[in-house]
Nanobody, 125 residues
Framework: QVQLVESGGGLVQAGGSLRLSCAAD????????MAWFRQAPGKERELVTA???????YYTDSVKGRFTISRDNTKNTVYLQMNSLKPEDTAVYYC???????????????????WGQGTQVTVSS
């Protein structure tokens, strides 16, 4: 069982920035693809960004150029730097993990086995 603990959510004005962190309780040598999903009220959960163990990344179109995912494998932690935030970014953000080969970025929601509890991000206009 993998435990994921998110932190860093909050309230920010449009145009502002937030940084989310997700600490994973895993062995450092284990290869996991990590991702951030979000779910807004009345909407389905969507993949925002994902990063392979080796650092390959995926971003959904709506966040390209504004969000950056990164990871520190020595700390088993993944980060999401969110800049130029918009009201439509408001959602609960979830960290997720799935075992995968080191270079593979997993983009299928159903593939993710482990989920954090979620952290609220609210962007005011």
């Amino acid at each position: 069982q993998v435990q994921l603990v998110e932190s860093g959510g909050g309230l920010v004005q449009a145009g502002g920035s937030l940084r989310l962190s997700c600490a994973a309780d895993v062995r450092t040598s284990t290869s996991y693809c990590m991702a951030w999903f979000r779910q807004a009220p009345g909407k389905e959960r969507e993949l925002v960004t994902a990063i392979s163990w080796s650092g390959n990344t995926y971003y959904t179109d709506s966040v390209k150029g504004r969000f950056t995912i990164s990871r520190d494998n020595t700390k088993n932690t993944v980060y999401l730097q969110m800049n130029s935030l918009k009201p439509e970014d408001t959602a609960v953000y979830y960290c997720a993990a799935v075992l995968s080969p080191r270079i593979v970025v997993v983009t299928k929601t159903a593939a993710y086995d482990y989920w954090g509890q979620g952290t609220q991000v609210t962007v005011s206009s």
